[in-house]
Each structure stands twice: as structure tokens, then as C-alpha cells.
């Protein structure tokens, strides 16, 4: 099954909201799949540059009345370039948290090349923009849109690793970035609050619910997703294939039982503990409705 945009925006929050899993692990990260993200992220940024370079000659020498057609033909390159680089930088993200943590250098290195591949994809989709066909502003704007809101959930989930491990550079906007690391996101993640987690994958559901259109990477995406689930280590997973819960991996690999808190005594209903804070959901979606 083809993963659509938004699928892969969404996969992006969950790596996020585990990348401790990851980061923290006593495992080597394997360089099969390390490898096999590098393949898959090389071999989408070369077509995608193909496409865009194919359209940008195009664009040149055809009329104007062609515009049109020539920028339905390229607006699905430009949102995948736009909304699957959250992926990239929080994987990138990731990877060199991981090396931070352990203090090795082995993904790295992989995490700066695709990051910086990706870069130059978007460059270029950015001139198309700035400098691409003439069509109704409309059309325009439309993408525009999407770029800036991937800009901004990409700060959001990185925000957390911009903090602890000082990785402002696969950040947007560095400040903003580390704001949301700061601010509210940084006590309920690094508490690893799984509710308040469950908010923000359902405010990028709902930000992206839009581009669920046939993709236009579909096996490279899938390659991509591919090996990094296969990057985490085998303890990141129930024996039903989901992820584990980041408090309970810790305790596991303390080796450290759970303690039980003895019983106490029975109150009544009007003997309420205090409410915990939680991140609301209208306030982080009335962050991203922006502009």
C-alpha cells in the first residue's frame, strides 16, 4: 500500500514522539537499514531534481496558455518536497542525537548527506515558486501553504532534540524550534506524556487531512519508511509490532521492575487529586492555523 503525504507527515510525529527508543538504546544501530535509508532518500532527491529541472525547460520554452497544465504536472513534486522533508529533519534529527548520546560519529554523517540532499530539492522547488510558471497566484499560494505549515510542525517535533542535544541546524527557524522545546512540549515530552502525544499526531492528521493523494516517491517512500523502523532496536516493539511505551523501555532496560504503590485509604468522591496539566489540543492547533 502506497503511504499518501499525510501518512507520511503522521509517521514522522510517531518517530518523533519515540525517538528516544532510539537515542537511548545500548544497541548499535545497524548499517543495513542506515545504508538502505541513504539508497531510497538519494534515489527519491535525484528524481525529484529530474522532475523539477524537466519542468523548469518546459516552463522556458512553451507559451503561457501551456502554464497551467505544466504546474498540475509539477504541484505534487512540490508538496512531497515540502511536507516529506518533517521526515527527514526529524530523522536527521535523530540519528545525530544518537551519535550525541553515545558519542560515536556512524549516523551522522548519513543524517547530514540526506538532509542535505533534501535541501537542495527544496531550493529548487523554491525557485519554481518564486520564479516558475505563470498561474493564477491562487495556485501559488495553495503550496506556499503547505511549505509553511510543514516548516512549522517540523520545529514543533524536533523541538524536544533542538534542546536536550543542541541541533537548532535541522530546524527551520531555530528560536521557534527551541521555544517549543522550552515551553509546554517540553515537560509532556520529555515526561513522555503518551496522551498529550496522541494530540499532536491528531493535529497532523488534521493539517494535512488534504493530501491524501496518490504519492508521487511511492516506493521510494516506502523504502524510506522501511529502513527506519528497521533502524530502532528490537526492544522498541511489542510482540504486536507497535511501539513500546518510552517510560516502560527505560524500566526494562534498567532492568528495574516497575514499583507498586501501596494501597490507601479509600476517599470519597469530593477528595479529588489535582488535575495534571495537559498540552491542549485547540491551543497547539490555533498555533499552526497561522497565516
Given at each position: 500500500m502506497n503511504l499518501t503525504l499525510r501518512q507520511m507527515a503522521e509517521i514522522a510525529a510517531i518517530v518523533s514522539a519515540k525517538s528516544t527508543l532510539l537515542i537511548e538504546s545500548p544497541t548499535r544501530i545497524a548499517d543495513?537499514?542506515?545504508?538502505?535509508?541513504?539508497?531510497?532518500?538519494?534515489?527519491?532527491?535525484?528524481?525529484?531534481?529530474?522532475?523539477?529541472?524537466?519542468?523548469h525547460s518546459r516552463i522556458g520554452t512553451s507559451c503561457e496558455s501551456q502554464h497551467v497544465e505544466i504546474w498540475e504536472s509539477l504541484r505534487p513534486v512540490l508538496n512531497e518536497i515540502f511536507v516529506t522533508e518533517i521526515l527527514t529533519r526529524v530523522w536527521g534529527a535523530t540519528l545525530t542525537?544518537?551519535?550525541?548520546?553515545?558519542?560515536?560519529?556512524?549516523?551522522g554523517p548519513i543524517a547530514r548527506n540526506t538532509t542535505d540532499g533534501h535541501t537542495q530539492a527544496r531550493n529548487r522547488a523554491m525557485r519554481l515558486l518564486v520564479n516558475g510558471p505563470q498561474v493564477p497566484l491562487k495556485a501559488l499560494a495553495e503550496v506556499d501553504r503547505t511549505r509553511r505549515k510543514a516548516e512549522r510542525w517540523t520545529d514543533l517535533l524536533i523541538g524536544h532534540l533542538a534542546l536536550k542535544y543542541d541541533l537548532e541546524q535541522f530546524a527551520f527557524e531555530s528560536r521557534r524550534s527551541l521555544e517549543f522545546g522550552q515551553s509546554q512540549m517540553e515537560q509532556f515530552i520529555e515526561s513522555n506524556d503518551e496522551p498529550v502525544w496522541e494530540f499532536v499526531l491528531a493535529g497532523v492528521r488534521l493539517g494535512f487531512s488534504e493530501l491524501d493523494a496518490a504519492p508521487v516517491s511511492a516506493t521510494w517512500n516506502r523504502g524510506i519508511v522501511d529502513s527506519i523502523i528497521g533502524s530502532f532496536p528490537p526492544d522498541s516493539f511489542k510482540a504486536s509490532g507497535v511501539f513500546q511505551s518510552v517510560?516502560?523501555?527505560?524500566?526494562?532496560?534498567?532492568?528495574?521492575?516497575?514499583?507498586?504503590t501501596p494501597p490507601g485509604p479509600v476517599t470519597d468522591a469530593s477528595q479529588k487529586s489535582p488535575a495534571r496539566s495537559r498540552l491542549l489540543f485547540a491551543k497547539l492547533n490555533q498555533r499552526f492555523d497561522q497565516n
Open positions: 543495513e537499514p542506515l545504508q538502505a535509508y541513504w539508497k531510497y532518500s538519494r534515489g527519491r532527491t535525484v528524481d525529484w531534481i529530474r522532475k523539477l529541472d524537466e519542468g542525537a544518537h551519535d550525541r548520546h553515545h558519542g560515536t560519529c556512524c549516523a517510560n516502560l523501555s527505560r524500566i526494562a532496560r534498567s532492568g528495574l521492575a516497575p514499583e507498586r
